[in-house]
């Protein structure tokens, strides 16, 4: 490890930041890690004068892009639910593990991520979780984002639940919007594209963040949508506001495929003659070449004029001509209305046409797409009809299911094209995808892992952002179950894999003795273990070596709710409770385990009513939730096939009764409810 020359002050500040969880100035940064001095020169950008906004909070590239803190650089994904031609395959996280050992692309799998967006493109970044790497960092070609950007009294929220509104106004959102665009810069193809979906009322803050983040030279222009119909009620006192903007940014030499639109009634009506081939006119022939003239003569297109000063002329047929090139002034296409088929009932859901234009134009069959605010899925479900792989990440569990269940569905939907006839459906089932968390996790599903060490081992490592042993610490120290180093640290993760331990071994004072006896005397400073909680008897300990050198033992131990060396800063962030906030923009941190939920629900004449609803999950006080009170959601499925939870309707325990009643109609006979509680926890399939 490189030796980092610190002066007694320099040491001071860093103490005084880990006490206080604050940040490490930037010249302190780089000495630390002198890697950043070169990617990051400060007097570089000074040089290109980019206008920068600069308010409180602002955090320097080089501490996101290198996560100064080790508990915050992403978690790693867990494999929930695989689907195959719309179909459950039953594969696990064994399965796809193996498969992305291969490393062929024919084992890709489309991603639908569960979980905060700004952990995933962190594990993306890190490019260490065996499911992705080396498959996405650096090799995504089209990423569309479209956060949340409402303002206050646009949207409401009632008691603890702070509604998007309340953090627009401030600089958080620019924050926290700045840093997923400062890891998707690192994630995007040299020639990606990444496309910026927002509105008039944070616009121009963005415009300044991007450029400062992207460079100015890499803004290639903003796309106005006009999204409503100027047909609306106008007021006397503003101008009507009719449109949505998209900032495009390429990454490198990104050349656009131009699109086109169909020619006006007016242009067509030139077409007045007609032949075998289809309309046509006389039009003015261009500069051809003799080869080009010599083949338009053959087929009878050229009539020369009996004036030999007059020039030729061409047959231009209308069925030739690709249309009108479209520019970056959208008025053609419509917003989703409740009676499009597409429609999911999702608030903000997108076109697919709008998606259809994006993707078309910056990418090609075969590249990833991604969208990170994923909420209804347009952006996947057109990138699959077009022949693109993708990723989507969301949040809400809410999302997640209307997500699944589109792609399940997608066979049904509208094709797209432009030569689709107007009720022709898509007619193919989904391509492989899977369903992954990120940051929330099922305890028994890692234990499972313990079948391929080296699954169990990259996986525990991950989930405490801890690099796999490239230094050789294990020989270094003669200890096998050394996998791993954090900060130049040994880490052992606990060999959970061999029966033995899990039944008749614990960790104890004479298991880390053993320990240092086998090192020979050369361990000293910390040294971690990786290791589920049961296993150990005790916690983070320090013993002495034959040196007289302290040894200290760090106990990583899983599962527990909250990482303790974090405590004070971790976020469980809420799952919506409405309608009205199911697009918050969500900032966790850390990772937790889930919680068992318990659900009963039975029929009335209103509709359904829930009589029994548990959840473990705490409150801010440390309470135990009383009755609905830990509820987010209720998802139903009003046909369900006793195999695919396939969600048909949502709802928030803002509409539910105190009572639990909740009023309902169009219930069939098979219906399967799923709850979902604030932390995101999920109960079983509850069939009603």
């Known amino acids: 490890m490189v030796k980092t020359d610190l002066t007694y002050e320099e040491k001071k500040l860093i103490i005084e930041a880990l006490n206080n969880n604050t940040e490490l100035p930037p010249e302190l940064m780089i000495k630390l890690f002198p890697g950043l001095a070169e990617k990051f020169d400060v007097a570089k950008l000074d040089r290109a004068k980019i206008v920068t906004l600069e308010y409180a909070g602002k955090r320097s590239e080089a501490a996101i892009l290198n996560q100064a803190s080790p508990t915050d650089a992403g978690s790693p994904l867990q494999v929930e639910r695989c689907f195959k031609g719309g179909s459950l395959t039953g594969e696990t996280q064994l399965d796809l593990f193996k498969k992305a050992k291969d490393g062929t692309e024919d084992n890709w799998q489309n991603l639908i991520v569960q979980g905060d967006n700004l952990q995933f493109l962190k594990t993306c970044c890190r490019n260490a979780d065996p499911l992705i790497k080396d498959r996405v960092k650096g090799k995504v070609k089209l990423i569309y984002i479209d956060p949340p950007f409402a303002t206050r009294g646009d949207l409401k929220g009632s008691g603890d639940e702070k509604s998007y509104s309340d953090k627009v106004d401030s600089t958080e959102f620019i924050e926290n919007l700045r840093e997923r665009l400062i890891l998707i810069r ?26 400062e983040v992207f460079g100015k030279s890499d803004f290639m222009c903003n796309i106005i949508w006009k999204r409503i119909s100027s047909g609306r009620k106008a007021t006397s006192y503003k101008w009507l506001a009719v449109d949505d903007i998209i900032l495009v940014y390429t990454n490198g030499n990104h050349k656009i495929t131009p699109q086109y639109q169909d020619y006006s009634e007016e242009y067509k009506k030139r077409f ?27 087929e009878d297109r050229i009539k020369y004029p009996k004036n030999p000063n007059a020039k030729p002329r061409m047959k231009n047929y209308l069925f030739e001509g690709k249309g009108v090139i479209i520019d970056n002034i959208w008025t053609d296409i419509s917003p989703v209305n409740s009676q499009a088929k597409e429609d999911t009932n999702y608030p903000t859901q997108k076109p697919e046409t709008l998606l259809e ?28 009809k077009l022949g693109r792989r993708w990723i989507v990440c969301d949040f809400g569990k809410h999302a997640i299911y209307t997500m699944q269940k589109r792609m399940l569905r997608i066979r049904e939907s509208k094709a797209l094209g432009k030569n689709v006839k107007k009720n022709q459906k898509y007619g193919k089932p989904p391509k492989p ?11 028994s599903r890692i234990m499972k892992l313990r079948e391929n060490r080296d699954a169990y081992v990259d996986f525990v490592l991950g989930l405490f952002q801890s690099s796999r042993d490239e230094k050789d610490l294990s020989g270094k120290y003669r200890l096998a179950n050394i996998f791993g180093e954090k900060d130049g640290d040994p880490v052992e993760v606990y060999p959970v894999w061999n029966g033995e331990y899990l039944k008749n071994i614990r960790i104890d004072e004479k298991y880390l003795k053993g320990i ?11 040294y971690y273990i990786i290791t589920p909680e049961t296993c150990t008897l005790v916690g983070d300990t320090t013993m002495k070596n034959s040196a007289g050198n302290d040894v200290h033992f760090k106990m990583l131990k899983f599962p527990y709710k909250i990482l303790e060396d974090v405590s004070r800063n971790f976020q469980i962030q809420q799952q919506p409770s409405s309608q009205e906030n199911v697009n918050n923009l969500i900032n966790s941190t850390g990772f937790y ?16 009513k829930i009589t029994r609803f548990e959840t473990k999950i705490l409150d801010k006080q440390g309470e135990r939730l009383k009755e609905l009170d830990g509820l987010a959601m209720l998802l139903v499925d009003v046909d369900y096939d006793g195999e695919i939870f396939d969600i048909d309707r949502t709802v928030f325990a803002k509409d539910i ?19 979902i509680d604030k932390h995101g926890n999920e109960s079983k399939v509850f069939i009603v």
Not at 358 to 380: C, E, K, Q, R, Y
Not at 663 to 670: F, I, Q, R
């Open 657 to 675: 009764g105190d009572d639990g009643v909740i009023k309902m109609t169009g219930l069939t006979e098979s219906i399967a409810v799923i709850a």
């Open 272 to 298: 007045t003659l007609s032949d075998e081939r289809g309309p046509y006119f006389w039009d003015n022939i261009g500069s051809y070449s003799e080869e080009r003239l010599k083949k338009l003569e053959a």
């Open 186 to 211: 690192e994630i995007i193809t040299k020639d990606g594209c990444l496309y910026v979906h927002l509105d008039w009322r944070t616009i121009h803050y963005v415009k300044v963040m991007l450029d």
């Open 516 to 526: 240092i006896l086998q090192s020979r005397g050369k361990l000293k400073g910390n």
């Open 593 to 608: 385990f889930n919680d068992n939920v318990e659900i009963e629900v039975e029929r009335t004449k209103q509709g359904l």
């Open 433 to 443: 995808f899977c369903v992954v968390s990120t940051g929330a996790y099922d305890f």
């Open 357 to 384: 234009r994006i993707i078309l134009a910056s990418s090609n069959p075969g590249d990833i797409v991604m969208d990170i605010f994923a909420g209804s899925g347009t952006t996947a479900a057109v990138a699959e």
